[in-house]
């Protein structure tokens, strides 16, 4: 039986992506390979938290709360092998399955909808970390063989963090790594503002409408931050 870091565990409603607003259980598991500048869980992250606890452990209390979805975020939960056997337990106990990652790494593993969130350059920490680390996190965030491989054996969706209010650069880099990534554009495409502030999110979004009609993407809200504000467990 394996054993993972686990920052929390709750039941919420999705915030983020195409089933925004689903009623959802929560499995944050902790650890990265990668510090975004504006990563908003940075105890999953940066600096890690939580109990080591056994994956039949964490399955049983998802499968207490009776909610028929369940999603595996971070942190990033693709680093950990322990995440493909409670992915297959939630499989064999009828739970419908999100699992978010940055798609730096591929493993195979049950999923119902592979959430990526590739890191634009707007993620690098310089000024905030040791060189070294800005330098791990520039040669890791963008790997195109994961995101080729997760393309090909997943039904996903992507989600890009951007932030309009410096321009629209995020968006060529992310039409750069579409054309990158065979068959990627046949997958949902969603812009999420970069944000922690209701106000500040709803503003950036208003200024991302006519890109995503231009283009044919979708804006994701976070939701979670409106109805809760910058919390934990939400």
Not at 31 to 48: E, H, I, M, Q
Not at 81 to 109: C, D, H, N, Q, W
Request: hydrophobic letters at 40%; proline letters at 6%; aromatic letters at 6%.
């Amino acid at each position: 039986m394996a054993n993972l870091r686990i920052a929390e565990v709750f039941t919420s409603v999705q915030g983020e992506g195409i089933w925004v607003g689903t009623p959802s259980v929560f499995v944050r598991v902790s650890g990265c390979n990668l510090r975004c500048v504006w990563c908003d869980t940075k105890y999953a992250s940066w600096t890690p938290e939580g109990p080591v606890r056994t994956v039949e452990q964490v399955l049983q209390e998802v499968l207490r709360e009776n909610v028929r979805h369940v999603v595996l975020t971070g942190g990033e939960p693709m680093l950990f092998e322990g995440v493909a056997e409670l992915a297959s337990a939630l499989r064999a106990a009828g739970r419908i399955l999100t699992i978010e990652t940055a798609g730096t790494i591929f493993r195979p593993l049950a999923s119902d909808l592979m959430s990526i969130s590739p890191k634009l350059s707007n993620s690098s920490p310089r000024g905030h970390l040791s060189e070294s680390w800005v330098q791990r996190h520039e040669s890791i965030r963008l790997d195109l063989e994961p995101l080729r491989h997760l393309v090909q054996h997943f039904d996903c969706q992507f989600k890009f963090v951007v932030n309009p209010d410096e321009g629209l650069g995020d968006l060529d880099e992310i039409e750069h790594l579409l054309a990158q990534v065979p068959g990627a554009d046949q997958h949902p495409i969603l812009l999420m503002a970069e944000g922690t502030d209701s106000e500040i999110l709803q503003r950036r979004q208003r200024l991302l409408v006519e890109p995503c009609i231009d283009r044919g993407w979708r804006i994701s809200p976070r939701m979670h931050v409106d109805l809760f504000g910058n919390t934990k467990g939400t």
